[in-house]
């Protein structure tokens, strides 16, 4: 809702929202129809693996080529990436929550050898079984972030981080 909201006040409005899970899964299924290869970066331990897994078994021929969990120090934040750049997948997933994928990405999108780059925040929780989705009724009025946030009130410290985002809109669609 974000994202729709702010680029319809920049001037860009979207023809419609598609929610990162929805769109992790179109772009899982056209990865196996292309033969694209997917690498997964992020979520807990195991996690990304379970998500591949149940990926794999309802996408038949897609090629994950690597998986790395979320919980990195410096050094290995230096392996992932050298790793990242000999496989060369097609598509790098990223599930580290925002706005650590987005900041992540940001500073490596240079040095990374992939043709799609993604953040997906919590998706792959969800698609390894981890986290429930929205019911559907969350899902039509498009309110799946306040459905997080009453189901997981951890979640409430990011969404103070809000008016942050609203007040950096309205200043870059008005010129400043």
Not at 117 to 126: C, E, T, Y
Not at 155 to 172: E, G, H, N
Request: with cysteine; aromatic share 8%; proline share 5%.
């Amino acid at each position: 809702v974000g994202v729709v909201w702010a680029a319809r006040r920049l001037g860009t409005p979207l023809k419609e929202r598609v929610p990162g899970i929805d769109l992790l899964e179109r772009l899982m299924a056209l990865a196996a129809a292309e033969e694209y290869t997917v690498y997964f970066l992020g979520s807990r331990p195991g996690v990304a693996q379970e998500a591949a897994r149940r990926l794999q078994k309802r996408y038949l021929g897609l090629k994950i080529i690597g998986i790395c969990h979320g919980y990195f120090d410096v050094e290995k934040e230096r392996e992932i990436l050298a790793e990242v750049q000999a496989l060369k997948p097609d598509i790098l997933v990223v599930a580290l929550g925002a706005p650590k994928q987005e900041l992540w990405l940001t500073q490596y999108r240079q040095q990374l050898p992939v043709r799609v780059a993604i953040g997906v925040g919590g998706s792959l929780d969800v698609m390894a079984g981890e986290v429930k989705r929205a019911p559907a009724v969350w899902q039509r009025l498009g309110l799946e972030w306040l459905y997080r946030i009453v189901t997981e009130p951890k979640r409430l410290k990011r969404a103070w981080q809000l008016p942050r985002f609203v007040w950096m809109v309205l200043r870059s669609a008005l010129g400043g």
